[in-house]
């Protein structure tokens, strides 16, 4: 489905990513992983559209979107959950999710239905479905930025570290709720620093390491690595 081809991204004279290869087959779990500025958040918001890339070609089902804004994007099914959750603070959780209606061109009740199950996927979200986004935990804030993604109703989901800054308890819920969305058939795309986690939930991954792929395959190809240790290690 998403096919990136000798991606590149820099910034002045700095060179992040450096022509890498990645393809993300439809209904597959996709991570990206490597140590802290190994390049993966480039890559990722260069795919999303919130940066242009120097060079390469990103394709969504053989069509070039490469350099299309994100807000543009989204409307051709490609979704980001950013670095940071980005949640517009003053809104309540309910408008939060409510602005991505729009994206997925689904009536009023259809989008009911939808919001209805993001709720039984993470239920702190209906509690406090009132309440605005700036007073939610770090954690329920991670919450809403997945739940506002998956409600653009994408064709493929991109995340950029998930379990940042997160306790080992809201990630198990966090990567549950992870797991369960790609059982249900989404395709995903996860940029993660924290390889082993990566790897424990993914189909296939990649290792990127300054700026370059260095090591890609399936999980249990890739365990014990050397690529994977470093990535670890940092």
């Not at 004279?13 to 597959?28: F, K, M, N, S, Y």
């Not at 997925?104 to 509690?127: I, K, N, W």
């Not at 919450?143 to 994408?154: D, E, Y």
Request: proline share 5%; hydrophobic share 45%; glycine share 10%.
């Amino acid at each position: 489905m998403l096919s990136v081809s000798r991606l590149s991204v820099s910034y002045g004279p700095i060179q992040a990513v450096r022509e890498i290869d990645l393809d993300v087959p439809d209904g597959h779990f996709v991570s990206l992983i490597g140590a802290n500025g190994a390049g993966k958040s480039s890559a990722l918001n260069a795919v999303a559209g919130l940066i242009r890339p120097k060079g390469g070609r990103v394709l969504l089902d053989g069509e070039d979107v490469t350099g299309i804004p994100a807000h543009k994007l989204v409307r051709r099914g490609v979704a980001i959950v950013p670095e940071g959750r980005m949640v517009a603070a003053p809104l309540t959780v309910y408008e939060n999710l409510r602005q991505c209606r729009a994206a997925g061109g689904r009536t009023a009740a259809q989008f009911e239905q939808e919001l209805q199950s993001v709720y039984d996927m993470f239920p702190v979200l209906r509690s406090r479905r009132h309440q605005p986004a700036g007073l939610l935990s770090g954690g329920e804030q991670q919450m809403l930025a997945i739940a506002r993604g998956v409600l653009t109703n994408p064709r493929v989901l991109l995340l950029d570290e998930p379990s940042m800054g997160l306790a080992p308890a809201v990630i198990d819920v966090v990567f549950n709720a992870l797991l369960e969305i790609h059982h249900a058939g989404q395709t995903i795309l996860l940029v993660e620093q924290n390889a082993e986690l990566a790897l424990e939930i993914c189909d296939y991954a990649a290792v990127l390491q300054r700026g370059e792929i260095v090591a890609r395959g399936t999980p249990a190809e890739l365990r014990g690595t050397n690529e994977v240790v470093w990535a670890l290690l940092g």
